[in-house]
């Protein structure tokens, strides 16, 4: 197994086994632990600096995600991204943003419309410098405004919890140059149809925007397959 390029950070409010888990989830997520890499646990803990107790219990509950495989007589391994995983996603993602943008289309105030903008201005920014995890991040923050505007606590529970899982998803989407103009048109189109509180049209372009997403990732997904 190659030296993983991630690093744990401590957090003071969490036991060492929340802190481990959290750190392998978003290595996993943002790729610094690829699909089909084994996890060792004796490799993972002298890395991270801890005893393999946390290391077992981290990748049992990355099991439960759905983010590690465990393989008779080999042991752990990252899962791979497929089809099936992408599209149970964002059909749920699909849905709760289609309430997420009625419910932003009634409620939403100028001072957030005025923050979703920056935010999409924040997004065509970090596009220029190519560092992938921020664009990422700066995609998420873009989906966030949207999110908290509905001030619906339950909602933004749901959504918080299955961006991680789209996180893995929007990386590969993002790494596609090609795609990246139109996710700039798709911001504009979501945030004038939201100013215009235009439920149906703002509905649509949200769900267009979901569909270019999955048919891209299935590209790539297919593209890797047959390489």
Do not use: W
Not at 179 to 192: C, F, G
Not at 199 to 216: P, R, S
Request: with cysteine.
């Amino acid at each position: 197994m190659k030296e993983p390029n991630f690093e744990v950070n401590m957090n003071e409010y969490l036991p060492l086994r929340d802190v481990v888990f959290n750190t392998l989830r978003q290595a996993i997520l943002r790729g610094e632990l690829k699909p089909g890499e084994r996890l060792m646990e004796i490799q993972l803990a002298n890395k991270l600096g801890v005893s393999r107790t946390p290391i077992r219990e981290a990748i049992r509950k990355l099991e439960l995600e759905g983010l590690v495989l465990m393989i008779p007589r080999k042991g752990a391994e990252v899962a791979e991204i497929t089809e099936k995983s992408l599209r149970d996603v964002l059909e749920v993602r699909r849905a709760l943003e289609e309430l997420a943008v009625q419910l932003v289309c009634e409620k939403i105030t100028e001072e957030e419309i005025e923050e979703l903008k920056a935010a999409a201005r924040e997004f065509e920014n970090v596009l220029k410098d190519g560092d992938i995890t921020k664009i990422a991040e700066a995609d998420v923050r873009f989906h966030d405004v949207i999110y908290m505007a509905t001030d619906n606590q339950k909602l933004i529970q749901l959504l918080n919890n299955l961006r991680e899982q789209m996180y893995r998803f929007r990386v590969e989407y993002l790494k596609r140059e090609e795609v990246r103009p139109q996710l700039l048109a798709e911001h504009e189109e979501i945030i004038a149809t939201i100013e215009r509180r235009e439920k149906d049209t703002a509905t649509k372009v949200v769900c267009e925007h979901i569909d270019n997403q999955v048919e891209a990732v299935i590209d790539i997904i297919r593209t890797k397959h047959s390489e």
